[in-house]
């Protein structure tokens, strides 16, 4: 791979314009990298899981605590939002730049993390590679965990190998501070953790330092110790929240529902670390070479000289997780790629190991040709208005607020997408989901067709038209839309994204739907039903939304009970109250 001693001058001098100038290629790429997470931060609107996290971030820290205590994730995340947004707001770009932060960090982050398995030149690359990266770049700029998770596992990394390399007690510091950290950031963490402890075992003999052979064992075994130490003060540190969990959870479960993986899911989800989110013509086509690619990297491994016992790390921090979750996930499924993007810090390093690996030439051209397809990768998720990973909520629920009158009603299917629905909406008419949800009160009713019928009877009581904004990737989203479909009369249907529509439905007429001109209510001939849900509209006040819904303020009290408010002077926009079942009542 070195240049011959023979080579001329002139030949050796284009050789260093050549490095000269792909360094600042590599730059200039890292650059693009950085601006492609900036640029439009706020142009989108909120997808189905920012709108949760911002609704939950609106809630008191308490709050954020106990609902977490019911959900598949950690409550440090969704704390520092609500910190972050009693700072800085609720809009699009404000909230997300607490996720760009530590996505624009992971960049040069990585760097660092890399200079201890590779060259720095290749450290450069691995660095394009994380910076072009449109997985990366997704998650620096939605507003979820995922771009803190990766931060915090490329320090907990660093940390680990350093210890390693020179065993100083403030690498063992920083090693404890950080997975602390991790911990409360995402369950999957425990997965680095494992990694770090298998490795260290498989590596019991293997001399990482520069000391005596002699004195590598015992080097370990004091290793061992401190590991130990670093071990129970994460015991100490975690077990509050497990005992919540433990004395808690199982109250209302609001974990998602998945299916089973299979061995596709797994190549996916390794396409979708290198190559990110795109229409499934085009996943297809990329899926397709993953035969060739394997191939010709077990050929290159089966011919190379055996490297550096840490580049092991590499392999075994990439497979060990996916194995774990792909087999977890045959009992309890919870097999997304985003979960996994503890693994991306690693295998970016190890691409750009494999192909400084390579003979000269082919280095070259592999490493050119592979962060110009990212480049364009990069830009056709960003720009493509198909990707299916793009959620148009934001332009759904105002074509509802635009739409709906007062005797109109909103329905949110599955459940969960009242998140980015109250986000925006704006409309005259109520709100609520289908089957009705009460989100605070534990998990999403079963769908059965029994309960499909009773909450549709509810729904449909005084109401004109049913807007439905349905989501049909999710679950229970089919059989909710054919139960309608079935039931009631289509007057329009809108796409808005791949996934996402508005069907427009007839309801019910009530007898005495419009005002009378004695002033009598259409809540006298038809009662509002339980279950029925009010979202806060900035402005609003709980007088003023018990007298819309009751013609007088007798009941303000029975709201303010039913839904745990303490002060009924203080509700927050964005809440949802529930409103009871009512005795008809006269206007005033």
């Keep these: 791979m070195s240049q011959s001693s023979s080579s001329s001058p002139s030949a050796s001098l284009g050789i260093i314009r050549w490095y000269d100038l792909?360094?600042?290629?590599?730059?200039?790429?890292?650059?693009?990298?950085?601006?492609?997470?900036?640029?439009?931060?706020?142009?989108?609107?909120?997808r189905l899981d920012e709108s949760q996290s911002v609704w939950q971030a609106m809630h008191s820290l308490d709050f954020i605590r106990e609902y977490m205590l019911k959900n598949v994730h950690l409550p440090l995340h969704n704390s520092l939002l609500h910190l972050w947004m009693l700072l800085f707001g609720p809009s699009e770009a404000s909230v997300r730049t607490l996720a760009l932060i530590p996505g624009i960090l992971s960049v040069p982050a990585l760097y660092f993390l890399a200079r201890e398995f590779i060259r720095p030149r290749w450290a450069l690359y691995a660095t394009a590679i994380a910076a072009l990266s449109p997985f990366w770049v997704w998650y620096s700029r939605e507003i979820r965990m995922y771009s803190l998770l990766t931060l915090i596992t490329i320090f907990s990394y660093y940390a680990y190998v350093k210890i390693l390399k020179e065993n100083r007690v403030r690498w063992y510091v920083l090693y404890a501070l950080v997975n602390i950290v991790g911990m409360y950031t995402h369950y999957f963490f425990f997965l680095i953790l494992l990694v770090q402890l298998v490795y260290?075992?498989?590596?019991?003999?293997?001399?990482?330092?520069?000391?005596?052979?002699?004195?590598?064992?015992?080097?370990?075994?004091?290793?061992?110790?401190?590991?130990?130490?670093?071990?129970?003060v994460l015991v100490a540190g975690f077990v509050p929240w497990l005992y919540l969990l433990v004395t808690n959870y199982g109250s209302g479960s609001l974990a998602p529902i998945l299916e089973k993986p299979d061995a596709f899911n797994v190549i996916l989800q390794f396409y979708e670390f290198m190559f990110g989110f795109h229409t499934d013509t085009l996943t297809a086509s990329l899926v397709g070479g993953w035969p060739i690619l394997i191939l010709g990297s077990f050929f290159f491994l089966s011919k190379r000289a055996p490297s550096s016992p840490l580049i092991l790390l590499l392999?075994?921090?990439?497979l060990l997780p996916v194995a774990i979750g792909f087999i977890a996930s045959q009992y309890l499924p919870l097999f997304l790629s985003r979960y996994f993007i503890i693994v991306t810090p690693l295998l970016f390093i190890f691409v750009a190991w494999f192909i400084g690996e390579l003979p000269t030439r082919s280095r070259i051209a592999v490493g050119?040709?592979?962060?110009?397809?990212?480049s364009v990768l990069l830009i056709n998720q960003s720009i493509d208005p198909r990707v299916p990973t793009r959620e148009n909520y934001r332009e759904a629920t105002q074509y509802i607020s635009s739409q709906v009158g007062p005797r109109d009603i909103v329905v949110a299917s599955p459940p969960y997408l009242v998140y980015p629905t109250q986000y925006y909406y704006?409309?005259?008419?109520?709100?609520?989901?289908?089957?009705?949800?009460?989100?605070?009160?534990?998990?999403?009713?079963?769908?059965?067709?029994?309960?499909?019928e009773q909450d549709l009877r509810a729904i449909k009581v005084g109401h004109s038209r049913i807007f439905f904004l349905v989501s049909t990737d999710l679950y229970g989203s089919k059989e909710s839309k054919t139960y309608l479909d079935t039931h009631l009369t289509k007057i329009a249907k809108h796409q808005f994204s791949k996934n996402l529509w508005v069907h427009v439905y007839q309801a019910e007429y009530a007898s005495k739907a419009s005002p009378t001109p004695t002033g009598e209510s259409w809540a006298e001939s038809e009662?509002?039903?339980?279950?029925?849900?009010?979202?806060?509209?900035?402005?609003?006040?709980?007088?003023?939304?018990?007298?819309?819904?009751?013609?007088?303020?007798?009941?303000?009290?029975?709201?303010?009970?039913i839904n745990g408010i303490r002060d009924p002077k203080i509700i927050h926009p964005g809440d949802i109250l529930s409103i009871p079942e009512i005795t008809p009542q006269k206007v005033l």
């Design 22 to 46: 792909a360094i600042s290629a590599i730059w200039a790429i890292i650059g693009f990298g950085l601006f492609m997470r900036v640029w439009g931060l706020g142009a989108e609107g909120l």
């Design 200 to 232: 260290f075992f498989l590596t019991w003999r293997v001399r990482f330092s520069d000391r005596p052979p002699g004195e590598q064992v015992g080097e370990k075994r004091t290793m061992l110790r401190r590991f130990v130490l670093v071990g129970a």
């Design 315 to 318: 392999p075994v921090g990439i």
């Design 368 to 374: 050119g040709v592979f962060l110009a397809v990212l």
């Design 426 to 452: 704006h409309g005259d008419a109520m709100l609520t989901t289908y089957p009705i949800w009460d989100k605070r009160k534990g998990g999403i009713p079963a769908i059965t067709d029994e309960i499909l």
């Design 527 to 561: 009662e509002i039903p339980k279950g029925m849900i009010h979202v806060v509209a900035p402005g609003e006040t709980l007088s003023k939304i018990t007298f819309r819904y009751y013609g007088d303020y007798l009941q303000l009290s029975r709201i303010q009970k």
